[in-house]
């Protein structure tokens, strides 16, 4: 079990561009979470998958977030035309079992800066 | 959707003292995590804990889910306790599977 691994750890981008994260979630883990956290706040949920579906979808996911998980295994968010304010920490957390009541295990995250 | 409150939002400490941190929920839940954030931001699982006692060395937390609250017990702490500790719950109604997170309370241990 080599726990929740994410790429890259940290990213530097200009306003406008494009950014792809990667997550490998622990091995037989069928649910998989992004979320965002910004400095002084907790972590902030933004998408859910089990296994390849994508179930749920924070409001705070605009359109320029796109989450996918292709063959249930790893996930990418990409976020298009990137703005300031999408500088943060983005966190990626996987789990196994009945869903509602399942321990979540977090990566390391990737720390986004947007100049 | 549920609240998390967290308190004290900061802590100081010296060395060896014992802490209590303490968690507040708005609504039921069937899922309560305790974390422990590190400097490079990894988040650490501590407890889950959605009722009852556990313990793991100096770490001990309570869940009383009738009364919508969780504490976490540090004793004897250590300068590597220092960090930030989230609480993080997850509801029974709507998204089910999401983690609703607090502020968190910022931990300084002193040599």
């Known amino acids: 079990d080599t726990g929740v691994s994410q790429n890259p750890r940290h990213k530097i981008t200009k306003r406008g561009q494009n950014v792809t994260f990667r997550c490998d979630p622990i091995s037989e883990h069928n649910r998989l979470y992004w979320y965002r956290q910004t400095l002084g706040q907790g972590p902030e949920f933004l998408t859910y998958?089990?296994?390849?579906?994508?179930?749920?979808k924070s409001r705070l996911l605009s359109d320029r977030f796109s989450a996918e998980r292709p063959k249930g295994s790893f996930s990418t968010l990409e976020i298009q035309r990137t703005e300031q304010g999408d500088s943060a920490m983005y966190l990626c957390?996987?789990?196994?079992?009945?869903?509602?009541?399942?321990?979540?295990?977090f990566g390391p995250g990737t720390r986004l800066l947007v100049l | 959707g549920i609240q998390v409150e967290q308190s004290p939002p900061d802590l100081i400490l010296q060395e060896g003292a014992n802490s209590t941190l303490r968690c507040n929920f708005s609504?039921?839940?069937?899922?309560l995590q305790w974390f422990h954030q590190n400097p490079w931001g990894q988040l650490i699982n501590l407890f889950y804990?959605?009722?009852g006692t556990k313990q793991n060395g100096r770490l001990s937390a309570t869940t009383v889910a009738t009364e919508r609250y969780s504490l976490l017990y540090i004793s004897s702490s250590q300068t590597t306790d220092s960090g930030v500790y989230f609480c993080a719950v997850q509801g029974y109604t709507g998204a089910n599977s999401k983690l609703t997170f607090g502020k968190g309370i910022t931990l300084s241990v002193r040599p």
């Open positions: 957390a996987s789990s196994l079992g009945p869903a509602g009541s399942e321990t979540q295990y």
């Open positions: 609504d039921s839940v069937n899922n």
């Open positions: 804990i959605p009722s």
């Open positions: 998958f089990q296994n390849e579906a994508q179930l749920e």
